[in-house]
């Protein structure tokens, strides 16, 4: 993706985006940045989260899912956004999350790594 010009929502040209299951980086960062309560939840390995961060989200590796989905019931009423590093695996847990009964989730689209090219440059690429 980078160096690919991005469309009016901050995806690349011909991005198969879900609407019902992703969010853009950007329309995150509108709704947190005008005051929505929304939990951002990182599900990549400690690795990963050790070479880019987006600050305030919570670690819930997808490997770690299952041992940490009560941990995640405080936030149940909350709309949960989580990332990955490119969106795929976000996707798997946001669907786990909806089938462990958390209604409004919604995966990143084009994970940390499209958050970096289109939100927060300071956010390294990997």
């Given at each position: 993706m980078t160096g690919t010009p991005l469309d009016e929502r901050g995806?690349?040209?011909?991005?198969?985006?879900?609407?019902?299951?992703?969010?853009?980086?950007?329309?995150?960062?509108?709704?947190?940045?005008?005051?929505e309560a929304i939990v951002l939840v990182?599900?990549?390995t400690a690795a990963?989260?050790?070479?880019a961060t987006i600050p305030g989200s919570i670690h819930v590796p997808l490997h770690d899912l299952a041992n940490q989905v009560d941990d995640l019931r405080e936030h149940e009423g909350t709309p949960i956004v989580v990332h990955c590093h490119h969106g795929?695996?976000?996707?798997?847990?946001?669907?786990?999350?909806?089938?462990?009964?958390?209604?409004?989730?919604?995966?990143?689209?084009?994970?940390?790594h499209l958050w970096?090219?289109?939100?927060?440059p300071s956010v390294p690429v990997y």
């Open positions: 995806l690349p040209p011909g991005y198969p985006f879900k609407n019902d299951w992703e969010i853009t980086p950007r329309e995150y960062l509108s709704r947190r940045d005008a005051g990182d599900c990549r990963e989260r050790d070479l795929a695996r976000s996707l798997q847990v946001t669907a786990a999350l909806r089938a462990y009964g958390f209604e409004d989730v919604r995966s990143m689209a084009g994970g940390i970096s090219l289109d939100v927060d």
